[in-house]
């Protein structure tokens, strides 16, 4: 079984690995094939978007690799937001022109739903297909919100996948919505209260 001795923090180093995990953990998501259907668009737009989404979490040190780089969890910390002006970008290349409303209307939910006060933002978590099975989501999860408990403040999400919603709830969340428009596949905001534990320290590895 994997042990949280196995968490790393990714870095310059082995970002373009763990966005790769990230796109392939990602390839059979509905809202991501959605937007991208041909595989050639999702492989060219894919980690692109990653890097938009979460990419300011390498620069935090708050993005964790388990079991090599076989899973990836990309955290923003209270305060970091995504990069916008990239997403924009990113959606006015890529996109199909009959999707970029609703698109936008998305967008405008995820913006909408996010809880106003300080909170850790997960905007992407995957696993290797390869490796998927062996409790290394579970892992990096759980380390990343005895963070969050130590802090005393709240994390959220928005699963793209109907099928991992069970999976988050494991983990404290909840439903609070759901954001679809249009054609779009269901996209589920999820927020999490923290957890009162007994505070030490939280060690970071590097």
Request: aromatic share 10%.
């Amino acid at each position: 079984m994997p042990a949280e001795s196995d968490i790393k923090s990714a870095n310059a180093n082995n970002r373009t690995s763990t966005v790769w995990t990230i796109v392939l953990g990602f390839a059979a998501d509905p809202l991501m094939r959605w937007s991208w259907p041909d595989a050639r668009r999702y492989l060219q737009s894919m980690p692109q978007f990653i890097n938009a989404c979460g990419g300011r979490a390498f620069e935090h040190g708050t993005a964790y690799v388990a079991g090599g780089i076989r899973a990836a969890a990309l955290w923003l910390p209270p305060g970091v937001q995504q990069d916008e002006e990239a997403l924009d970008e990113i959606m006015a290349q890529s996109l199909s022109p009959g999707i970029t409303d609703d698109m936008a209307h998305l967008r405008r939910g995820m913006a909408e739903h996010h809880p106003p006060g300080p909170h850790w933002y997960l905007p992407l978590i995957a696993t290797d297909p390869n490796w998927a099975g062996q409790g290394l989501g579970t892992l990096l999860m759980k380390y990343a919100l005895q963070r969050c408990d130590e802090e005393g403040i709240t994390a959220y999400l928005e699963s793209s996948n109907p099928e991992h919603i069970p999976f988050y709830q494991r983990h404290g969340f909840k439903v609070i919505g759901e954001i679809q428009h249009g054609s779009s596949p269901p996209l589920t905001p999820m927020l999490r209260t923290a957890i009162k534990r007994s505070r030490r320290r939280f060690e970071r590895f590097s």
